[in-house]
């Protein structure tokens, strides 16, 4: 029996294949290393697999998987890159019971380490324009704790051809109908899996206020889910701002009185450069200006 090889990788096994592409799971014949390998289905659709591979290429973030290497069959692109291993959000909303929500402590790490991502991809010119539950795992031993592991409906900040990827719940309404888009499509997606996290459910078509439904939720939080959920884009906040809100309420929830089972999330590791001379000379002593602008998120 003939094994299919795919440039320097054996394939093991095939995947699930989607609409562009088909989905295999490799091994380096050189190199320790196994990879998924996404091979475009026919020329047409190689485009759109060269352009998601460029765009992890140009996003070396530890939250975004790593391409490996990228090359031709016949007239058919493919890359390889990592395998994160891990539950998905979606995974995790599955497996919990009806009356069980993920603790929202736990939810906060999680959205505001998918937050910095997304602030590094969008500082990048490039928005995801797909963020869903079953796309942001839970990683281990990466050095960052959540990952955004598809990035094929991605797009830069100045392309002029139309979406042409999924719509569904979780889609913007400026995406949906076909207007100019920003940013703000990524936070709204991410503001619709922080709102089916802490309440359990998919918003309505009516809007209702996410207190509503979780009204033991600091108030703090639901009111920015229901700010990143706005159906104009100008009243949403930017992926920075998401996370700079979610950094401080994770603090927070993090410190309050009683124990607090979480599962652990790693904390991102970047802090901003303070001039600290400018600081001691601008303010007075006592004053907790330095922890509020300087809080370091490190284990």
């Not at 995947?15 to 990879?35: C, D, K, M, N, W």
């Not at 992890?56 to 395998?83: K, Q, Y």
């Not at 869903?132 to 592991?149: E, I, Q, Y």
């Not at 001379?277 to 922890?291: D, H, N, Q, W, Y």
Request: one cysteine or more; charged letters at 25%; hydrophobic letters at 40%.
């Amino acid at each position: 029996m003939v094994r299919l090889r795919i440039g320097d990788y054996q394939v093991e096994h095939e995947l699930e294949a989607s609409s562009l592409v088909q989905r295999y799971r490799g091994v380096h014949t050189v190199l320790p290393r196994h990879a998924l390998i996404r091979l475009a289905r026919d020329a047409h659709d190689s485009v759109t697999v060269l352009r998601e591979a460029c765009i992890l290429a140009a996003l070396p973030h530890p939250g975004i998987v790593r391409v490996f290497e990228t090359g031709r069959i016949s007239d058919r692109t493919w890359f390889a890159h990592e395998i994160v291993e891990g539950l998905t959000l979606q995974a995790m909303f599955q497996a919990l019971p009806e009356t069980d929500l993920i603790d929202p402590a736990t939810s906060v790490g999680m959205l505001r380490d998918v937050a910095e991502i997304l602030a590094y991809a969008h500082q990048r010119g490039v928005i995801h324009c797909a963020i869903t539950p079953d796309k942001l795992v839970v990683s281990r031993g990466r050095g960052f704790a959540m990952c955004v592991t598809d990035w094929s409906a991605a797009r830069a900040h100045d392309a002029v051809t139309p979406f042409t990827g999924q719509l569904g719940p979780f889609t913007a309404p400026e995406l949906v109908q076909g207007d100019i888009i920003d940013d703000r499509v990524d936070v709204f997606a991410l503001g619709v899996v922080a709102y089916r996290a802490l309440t359990g459910l998919m918003p309505s078509a009516e809007p209702v206020p996410t207190e509503v439904h979780c009204p033991e939720v600091p108030r703090e939080l639901t009111a920015l889910v229901d700010q990143m959920m706005s159906t104009d884009r100008w009243d949403r906040p930017s992926a920075a701002e998401v996370r700079s809100e979610l950094a401080w309420l994770a603090t927070s929830l993090a410190n309050r009185s009683g124990p607090v089972e979480v599962v652990r999330v790693r904390k991102p590791r970047w802090t901003p450069q303070i001039d600290l001379g400018k600081l001691r000379s601008a303010t007075e002593p006592g004053e907790g200006i330095v922890s509020d602008l300087y809080r370091d998120d490190r284990d």
